[in-house]
C-alpha cells in the first residue's frame, strides 16, 4: 500500500484513521487535511452538554497538539482539497500545492441540508455551535425544524433552558427514519410532559423576524429559528475524480472505491452493509470509528471486510437512548420492560430473526444487544419480551 497515506477531512473518521494507523504499526507519511480550522473535534456535544452549558467548546477536541507530533501525523488545518488527479496519484489543494499519495483516504463527511429561507440557523460543526449557544441564551421562543435526533436534542436544551419550544415536523412522527412508531410517541409525549409544543405533519413556509408560518397559514413566535433536517454527503471530489457515487461515495465491502488506491469511509460513504441487507450510508460515530479501523487495518496489510454491528446513541432530558442494528426491515416489534418507568428496550425482528435493540436508560440490554448481534445468537421475540430469561446466558450458551 506504499507509504505515504493521504486523509481528506479531519472529522471523527478521518481522525481515526491516523490514530489506527500508527497503533497498528503503520510508520510512513500521514497528512490529514481538514477544511475547518483548529483542533479535530467531536460533534455530538455540541447539541447535548456544549449547547447545554455544562461543557466548554474548547474540551471537545478529541486531543491536544502535541498528539500530532508526537504521532508524526501531519495536521493540515483549514486546508481544503480541491481535486484529485488520479493518474499521478496527487491530491490538490484549493491554497495551490500539490500533494502526493499512494493511499487516499476520503473522510469528507457531510453538510447540513438547508431550506431557501433566511434567518435560521444549523448545528454541525463548532462555530455553529458557538453561535447556537449565544442565540439561544438571548432567545425566548424557540421553533426547531425538524424532528430527528438532532432537533430533539436541541429542543431538549433550549426547553430545559426554560425557553419555549415548538418542534416543526414534516411527518407525522418522530425520528420516523430511526425508529419504531411506539419510540416516536413515546418521545413526542416525553417533550410535551415538560412542555415542549409539536407542529406535526406541518411544513415551514416561510420565517421572518420574530414569526415562523407553516403550511397551514398559522405562525409561530420565534425568536430563534433552528433546523435539523439531515445532511447531504460531500462527494464532489470523487464526482470530479469520476467515482462512482450513490448515496454517497459507493464503495465495495472492503470500504473501496472503484479506484484501488482510493478508500471513502464514515458519513461520506455509501456500503454494503450485512445488518443492511443492502447498501447504507450511516451517520454515527461507531460507522466513522469502526470503518476507519477496518481501512488502517487493511493499510498494514491486514485486509478483513467492514462487518461492525452499527449502534447509536442520542441523550434527551433524563433519557438515554442507545440503538444497535438497523430497525427500517423490522416486521415485529417486541418491548422489555415497561414504557411507564422510562427503561425499557424495544427488539425488532424480521422473519423472527433479531434485526435490532433500541434501549431506554437499559445500557446492559444494550451492550447484549451489540453482542447479540454481532455473534448471530438467535432470540425469539418471546424470549426478547420475557424478563425472567437472562439474555446474557443466551450469549454464553451459544457459544
Ligand atoms: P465529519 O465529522 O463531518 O468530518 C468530515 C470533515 O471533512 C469535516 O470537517 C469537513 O469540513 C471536512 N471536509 C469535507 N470536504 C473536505 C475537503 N474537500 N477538504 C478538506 N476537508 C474536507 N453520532 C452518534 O453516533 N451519536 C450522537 O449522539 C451524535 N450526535 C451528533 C450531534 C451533532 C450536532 C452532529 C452534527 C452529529 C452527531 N452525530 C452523532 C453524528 C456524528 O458526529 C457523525 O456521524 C460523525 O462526525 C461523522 O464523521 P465523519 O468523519 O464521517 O464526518
Given at each position: 500500500?506504499g507509504s505515504r497515506v493521504?486523509?481528506?477531512g479531519a472529522g471523527q473518521a478521518?481522525?481515526?484513521?491516523a490514530v489506527?494507523?500508527?497503533?497498528?504499526?503503520?510508520?510512513?507519511l500521514i497528512?490529514?487535511?481538514?477544511?475547518?480550522?483548529?483542533l479535530?473535534?467531536?460533534?455530538p456535544p455540541?447539541?447535548k452538554?456544549?449547547?447545554?452549558?455544562k461543557?466548554?467548546?474548547?474540551?471537545v477536541a478529541?486531543?491536544?497538539?502535541?498528539f500530532?507530533?508526537?504521532?508524526?501525523?501531519?495536521l493540515?488545518?483549514?486546508?481544503?482539497?480541491?481535486?484529485?488527479d488520479r493518474a499521478?496519484?496527487q491530491?490538490f489543494?484549493?491554497a495551490?500545492s500539490?500533494?502526493?499519495?499512494d493511499t487516499?483516504?476520503?473522510a469528507?463527511g457531510?453538510?447540513?441540508r438547508?431550506?431557501?429561507?433566511d434567518?435560521?440557523?444549523?448545528?454541525r460543526d463548532?462555530e455553529h455551535?458557538v453561535?447556537?449557544?449565544?442565540?439561544?441564551?438571548a432567545?425566548?421562543?424557540?421553533?426547531?425544524?425538524g424532528?430527528?435526533?438532532?432537533g430533539l436534542e436541541?429542543a431538549a436544551?433550549?426547553?430545559?433552558?426554560g425557553?419555549?419550544v415548538?418542534v416543526t415536523?414534516?411527518?407525522s412522527?418522530?425520528?420516523?427514519?430511526?425508529v419504531a412508531?411506539v419510540?416516536?410517541d413515546?418521545?413526542?409525549e416525553?417533550?410535551r410532559?415538560v412542555g415542549?409544543?409539536?407542529a406535526?405533519d406541518?411544513?415551514?413556509t416561510?420565517?421572518?423576524?420574530?414569526?415562523?408560518?407553516l403550511?397551514?397559514g398559522?405562525?409561530l413566535?420565534?425568536d430563534?429559528?433552528?433546523?435539523g433536517?439531515?445532511?447531504v454527503p460531500n462527494?464532489?471530489l470523487?464526482v470530479?475524480a469520476?467515482?462512482?457515487t450513490?448515496?454517497g461515495i459507493?464503495?465495495?465491502?472492503?470500504l473501496?472505491t472503484?479506484?484501488?488506491?482510493?478508500?471513502a469511509?464514515?458519513?461520506?460513504?455509501d456500503?454494503?452493509?450485512v445488518?443492511?441487507?443492502?447498501?447504507?450510508?450511516i451517520?454515527?460515530v461507531?460507522?466513522?470509528?469502526?470503518q476507519?479501523k477496518?481501512?488502517?487495518?487493511q493499510i498494514?496489510?491486514k485486509s478483513a471486510?467492514y462487518s461492525a454491528?452499527?449502534w447509536?446513541w442520542?441523550?434527551?432530558?433524563d433519557?438515554?437512548?442507545?440503538m444497535?442494528?438497523?430497525s427500517?426491515r423490522a416486521?415485529r416489534?417486541?418491548?422489555r420492560?415497561?414504557?411507564?418507568?422510562?427503561?425499557f428496550?424495544?427488539?425488532?425482528f424480521r422473519?423472527?430473526?433479531?434485526l435490532?435493540v433500541?434501549?431506554?436508560n437499559?445500557?446492559?440490554?444494550?451492550?447484549?444487544?451489540?453482542?447479540?448481534?454481532?455473534?448471530g445468537?438467535?432470540l425469539?421475540?418471546?424470549?426478547?419480551e420475557d424478563?425472567s430469561?437472562?439474555l446474557?446466558s443466551l450469549?454464553?450458551?451459544a457459544?
Amino acid at each position: 500500500m506504499g507509504s505515504r497515506v493521504v486523509i481528506v477531512g479531519a472529522g471523527q473518521a478521518g481522525f481515526q484513521v491516523a490514530v489506527s494507523l500508527r497503533a497498528d504499526g503503520f510508520d510512513g507519511l500521514i497528512a490529514l487535511i481538514g477544511d475547518e480550522r483548529g483542533l479535530p473535534y467531536q460533534r455530538p456535544p455540541l447539541s447535548k452538554t456544549v449547547l447545554a452549558g455544562k461543557q466548554h467548546i474548547d474540551s471537545v477536541a478529541f486531543r491536544p497538539e502535541r498528539f500530532y507530533q508526537d504521532q508524526r501525523i501531519e495536521l493540515m488545518p483549514g486546508e481544503k482539497v480541491a481535486g484529485i488527479d488520479r493518474a499521478s496519484r496527487q491530491v490538490f489543494l484549493a491554497a495551490g500545492s500539490r500533494l502526493p499519495y499512494d493511499t487516499l483516504v476520503l473522510a469528507t463527511g457531510a453538510r447540513v441540508r438547508t431550506l431557501p429561507m433566511d434567518g435560521i440557523l444549523y448545528l454541525r460543526d463548532r462555530e455553529h455551535a458557538v453561535e447556537l449557544k449565544q442565540r439561544l441564551d438571548a432567545a425566548a421562543n424557540v421553533v426547531v425544524i425538524g424532528g430527528g435526533f438532532i432537533g430533539l436534542e436541541v429542543a431538549a436544551v433550549a426547553r430545559e433552558s426554560g425557553k419555549t419550544v415548538c418542534v416543526t415536523e414534516v411527518q407525522s412522527r418522530l425520528m420516523a427514519r430511526a425508529v419504531a412508531p411506539v419510540l416516536s410517541d413515546f418521545y413526542r409525549e416525553a417533550h410535551r410532559g415538560v412542555g415542549v409544543r409539536f407542529a406535526l405533519d406541518a411544513a415551514v413556509t416561510n420565517v421572518s423576524d420574530g414569526e415562523v408560518t407553516l403550511g397551514d397559514g398559522s405562525t409561530l413566535p420565534a425568536d430563534l429559528v433552528v433546523a435539523g433536517i439531515g445532511v447531504v454527503p460531500n462527494t464532489e471530489l470523487t464526482v470530479e475524480a469520476g467515482l462512482p457515487t450513490g448515496d454517497g461515495i459507493l464503495v465495495d465491502d472492503h470500504l473501496r472505491t472503484a479506484d484501488e488506491h482510493i478508500f471513502a469511509i464514515g458519513d461520506c460513504a455509501d456500503h454494503p452493509n450485512v445488518f443492511a441487507g443492502g447498501r447504507a450510508r450511516i451517520e454515527s460515530v461507531q460507522n466513522a470509528v469502526d470503518q476507519a479501523k477496518c481501512v488502517a487495518a487493511q493499510i498494514v496489510g491486514k485486509s478483513a471486510p467492514y462487518s461492525a454491528v452499527p449502534w447509536f446513541w442520542t441523550d434527551q432530558f433524563d433519557l438515554k437512548l442507545q440503538m444497535c442494528g438497523l430497525s427500517s426491515r423490522a416486521d415485529r416489534v417486541v418491548t422489555r420492560g415497561t414504557m411507564e418507568s422510562r427503561k425499557f428496550s424495544l427488539f425488532y425482528f424480521r422473519d423472527r430473526r433479531l434485526l435490532a435493540v433500541d434501549s431506554m436508560n437499559r445500557p446492559a440490554d444494550h451492550m447484549v444487544g451489540r453482542k447479540l448481534l454481532a455473534a448471530g445468537t438467535s432470540l425469539t421475540p418471546e424470549q426478547a419480551e420475557d424478563e425472567s430469561v437472562d439474555l446474557k446466558s443466551l450469549l454464553t450458551s451459544a457459544n
